[in-house]
């Protein structure tokens, strides 16, 4: 294995001769290059109809094609934090819902019979409807785009399915590190509340009506808020006339005005950390608060922007993917935004084991940008990349046509492109310097990790105390956690009989071992338990696939099936801890810190209980409590089904109690779904304390 | 500016639309005009297409050579090949190529000798330990003579956009766009790279490889789900192993075994060259002799041996994650240029491609089961016999098998009672739309001419497929579906979420 077979083939020794007088000059360094083909970038015709849409056209005669785009003033950033989701789902179901004329079965087989598309979508700063068509086919189809753009019917099916879509994508949400990182980070700089940082909810897509799907629509899709590209197969005078003759029928309507919030940034330096269980590598970003478009350092702080993560030529690359071999995608933005703030961040993804190594990595690169100047052949680099490739900026006719309606809808001259190269082209070293001390701020990065706890271990705690986010996707309904009001003293009274029935005065309850067998779709599944107070569990149950045993306590724990050992995910931990929490044991030993309030008597097959209402971990619990025994028959709460999306109330029917060491224990539980039953426990014996 | 190895499913069923579309014989004829080909003595192809919408030019090399043709024990070899080309070569990207190539001469001896005593029976671990402080030191000296990502540099101060290489099971890919007037780097740097290969940095890639398959296949749902599927359903051919490798394969590959594949597979009749937009044939073809003349020809490279046994029964597997619930299912069927296979592609648009299909209407707008649901043949490839795969994704309030069971019930409808001509003809239609709106780009045109050219033999084959795609019938859709989407050629899998209602239902149980 010693051997080096090299293979010398003769190109390789033609290029060594080349070599050897150690000038070190490459073939491509005494290329000359000629003069670049002159190009004339085409010309965007524009006219403005009476009603207020300005239209601008490119004729591109390639391909038998013609796309139509419009631009509406409108966004998801006027959504209230109570309904985030009505812009993107009145986009949706605008075109998925189709028209009176054009119902959407008959809408989408006219359409796929001629391979043409109309679009429909709404972002968070503009709406967007396009159609994509055959040129032959673009007068019979342009009422149709019309129609979909002003008179969507937007039935309630097509809303119940874009609703149901959306809640299947927010309970997905979790499961890519990469979308828990941009999502959470976002949330870290803006706030989670504001319109920048906040998420769409089951509890906000519920509260999503029809009516504010007709009235945003109604309100934004006007003339006055229109702007029409058009590019393709046509002829521009032809084209004008039809276009007038369609879209100049549009009401006028008000103008939308696009308010945008202020950001309210505090600097500081965090550490955050999200877990994430099933993966092996941490998903990084880091950074601050960005700025805006307008910013007359635009053009400076992109060229620092490049020298720091300008793909492969950027030092992030070259530091922490070349030269460290620490991660394979590593990359950063310092983000302006014509609307409001971007963000300024540079992330990595590197394994579980090196990602404060690569965390140091970044920061060292951001600081160093601040501490030293660039070289001259480093910043001739960067300009020669963006001035080298600014040709490509108008490649096309639809990119000449894009960039254009951009520009006009964000508010900024029709050259500003060039305007950015000319500033490009002024930059000197002292300015990248200087824009790096400016709006850099390495003592003040907020970093977020996902990635595996158990594996990255300690690493973080040198960045400060690691706040640890939970990102448990909140149920809706929460509604329930409102106070309950009843008789406080007659709660107390109660639950306090309760706890002397449950728990023998002269016993001091730590532990209880249970054995028995739980009855589920008719499966018998033989299981033991112990729980310790206040907050472990082991318990093994004897399942159809084999044995599995948990083992809990104190926030996390494990799971063992085959021999198997998997840490359970801390979802699973939660539900464990607040099930335990809930449990008549708990909430005898807890009874002084359970705001009990009594509600009354509540008759229940045929027998008459003290109702208590108890509230644990933030949830209202109701407790039946027999009015001779003083037992808790019932317990009775809500808790969200993700299964079914949505709030289910349970019920544990207790009987059969038995006594053993001081502790009544019901050999008999009984659980109960919206009033069906889902399942039960017979217990054979409990222990008490061994 | 990623690198791409396994395409994901979406990437995959977006090739699928856009890999063999057809358009009228006319705009064949139209290309017949605007490409000139040529192959030069030593077997290097070269497809010029003229478009000079814009003073730019977009360049696709394609090889010959994927993740499929590897030998046993170096899955990911071909793709750790074209991270390598990204090097540099002896004059680029380094500062004394002669005193480097010692070092890097040395290193990989230490390294094999590192390897063959970690695989020895009785492996020596101070020797080991030995070895690898030594192997670190080399490294660090090699890396005194780099010049950092020297090759891409010059690209992107050229103007250069677009810059990328992928690897997939049939081959690999590598591509950029200049500036019209810039073409002669490309034959400089193109022709440099692939007849001056160095295997700089090479164990230090090996480990961004890692981090890309940390990335791909394991931190994500997804990538674990195709990742296992294809292995199970494949015993035999290579589709079965990902193409970004193996952990304990990328470990035993070195420089030597990557200049073994590189002196195989990266031979001139391997490979394809094609270059679009504003660009004139008669100054290219010089320059292609100027610079690719002299690169040395080799034997044809050996073809891939292995063919998939006959599936003898269903094959299933359940991934327990902490992630939603995901559906795969797949049959094998037949290579790309095999008759059969346009019926198939159809068939995948018919069942899945937009809003008028069987399985959107039926699963995501009517049942409201799947929040998506697709169905194709081609993965993991297309050039060997593969499979027609569908992915579902269930709905929130939705398990895996409910997937499993409108996707069967469907497939049995087309078996039993065929397509409608309409649904025939529209994904026809919009195939070939999907063509033309694809002709539309010089990065679009140079990579679908240069990959049929380059894996099918004949750029031409982008065009002439729709009269096959016009050849096929409801019939044939129907036959099809029954010759290949049979139980005992099926394999089944899913991700469940462990975390299920029932357990913690057991746990809520025990506790009260």
Sequence with gaps: MAVFAFACSQTEQVADSQQSDNTSTNPYENMDFPELNNFQKPEVETFTTENGITFYLVEDKELPLINVSTRVRTGGVLNSNEKTGLA???????????????PADSLNAMLENRAASIETGIGFTSGNASMDVLKEDFDDLLPVYLDILTNPTFPEDKIELAKTQQKSSISRRNDDPQQIG?????????????????????????????????????????????????????????????????????QNGDKTQLKFPEVDYESQSSI???????????????????????????????????????????????????EMGLAYSVFGQYGMNSFYPGMFYAGVMTKSSTTAEAIDAIIDQIERLQEESVTEQELQDVKDQIL??????????????????????????ADAFEQYIEGVKA?????????????????????????????????????????EIDITIPEPGSGDKQMVEGDAEKGEEWLSKMAGAVIDSDTELNSISLSGEMNMQGRKMPMTSTITYPDAIEQTINGPMGEVKVIYEDGSGKMITGGQERSIPPQMAKNLKSTLNRSFLSIALNSDQVNPQYLGEEELDGSSYAKVNVTVDDSNITLLIDTETHYPDVIRYKQFNPQMGEQVTIENHHSEWHVVDGIAYPYLQETMVDGNKSGEAVYKSHEVNK | MLR????????????????????????????????????????????????????????ATYVNVGGANEPVGHTGMAHIFEHMAFKGTHTVGTNNWEEEKKVLKDLDNTYQEWLSEKYSTQPDSAKMDKLWTQFENLQEKAGEYVVNNEFSEIIDRNGGTGMNATTSQDRTNYFY?????????????????????????????????????????????????????????????????????????????????????????????????????????????????????????????????????????????????????????????????????????????????????????????????????????????????????????????????????????????????????????????????????????????????????????????????????NEVTIDDIQRVANEYLTKDNRTVGAIVTEEDNSSDEEVADANN
């Design chain 1, 182 to 250: 941009i999502r959470e980070f976002q949330a870290l700089i803006y706030g989670e509340d504001s319109p920048y940082g906040r998420n769409t909810e089951y509890e906000t897509i519920n509260n999503i009506t029809r009516e504010d799907l007709v009235n945003f629509h109604n309100k934004h899709f006007s003339a006055g808020n229109m702007m029409v590209g058009i590019v393709g197969d046509f002829n521009t005078e032809e084209m004008k006339q039809k276009l007038r003759n369609s879209f100049g029928e549009l």
């Design chain 1, 427 to 467: 930059t000197t070293i002292e300015d990248v310097q200087e824009v790096a001390q400016e709006y850099l701020d390495p003592e003040n990065l907020q970093i977020l990790v996902v990635g595996n706890k158990e594996e990255i271990g300690d690493q973080l705690e040198k960045y400060g105390d690691v706040n």
């Design chain 2, 4 to 59: 791409r190895v396994l395409m994901s499913l979406t990437a995959v069923l977006l090739g699928f639309y856009l890999a063999t579309p057809p358009v009228s014989a006319q705009s064949l004829d139209e290309f017949e005009n605007k490409v000139t080909e040529f192959t030069l003595d030593n077997g290097l192809t070269f497809l010029i297409i003229e478009r000079p919408v814009a003073p730019v030019v977009s360049f």
């Design chain 1, 388 to 413: 080298n490739s600014s040709v490509f900026e108008y490649d096309s006719y639809e990119e000449v046509l894009s960039e254009r309606l951009s520009n006009e809808y964000r508010g900024l001259p």
């Design chain 2, 177 to 469: 766009s200049l500036p019209e007037n810039r073409l002669e780097l490309w034959f400089s740097l193109e022709s440099d790279r692939f007849k001056n290969p160095v295997f700089r940095e090479f164990y230090k890639e090996k480990e961004v490889v890692r981090e890309e398959r940390r990335m791909r296949s394991e931190s994500q749902p997804i990538g674990r789900l195709i990742e296992e599927f294809a292995s199970v359903a494949f015993t035999a051919h290579p589709y079965g192993r990902p193409t970004v490798g193996w952990h304990s394969d990328i470990t035993a590959t070195t420089m030597e075994d990557a200049r073994e594949f590189y002196n195989t597979y990266y031979v001139p009749n391997n490979i394809t060259f094609a270059i679009a937009g504003d660009v004139d044939p008669q100054e290219t073809k010089k320059l292609a002799e100027e610079y690719f003349g002299d690169m040395k020809e080799g034997p044809k490279p050996p073809p891939v041996y292995t063919k998939e046994p006959e599936q003898r029964g269903e094959r299933r597997f359940t991934i327990q994650g902490e992630s939603q619930p995901f559906f795969i299912m797949g049959y094998h069927t037949v290579a790309q240029d095999h008759p059969d296979s346009k019926a198939l592609q159809l068939l995948g648009s018919i069942l899945s491609g937009g809003r008028t299909s069987i399985l959107y209407k039926r699963m995501v707008e009517e049942e409201q089961t799947a929040l998506q649901v697709s169905a194709f043949n081609g993965y993991p490839g297309q050039k060997y016999e593969t499979l027609f795969a569908t992915l579902a994704i269930p709905n929130q309030n939705v398990g895996v098998d409910t997937m499993e069971t409108s996707i069967l019930e469907e497939i049995e409808k087309v078996k039993n009672d065929g397509v409608s001509q309409e649904a025939l003809d529209r994904a026809r239609t919009n195939a070939r739309a999907n063509l033309i709106r694809s002709l539309d780009s010089n990065s679009g045109l140079a990579s679908s001419l240069a990959s049929a050219e380059n894996l099918r033999g004949d750029w031409r084959k982008v065009f002439t497929d729709i009269e096959e795609l």
């Design chain 1, 88 to 102: 993107s789902i009145t986009g949706t179901v605008m075109r998925s819902g189709g028209t009176e004329t054009y």
């Design chain 1, 272 to 322: 955050n950390f999200i877990e994430k269980s099933d993966v092996n590598q941490s998903f990084v970003m880091l950074g601050h608060l960005g700025g805006l478009r307008d910013n007359p350092d635009y053009a400076k702080v992109q060229v620092m922007n490049r020298v720091l993560s300008g793909g492969f030529s950027g030092r992030l690359m070259q530091v922490v993917r070349t």
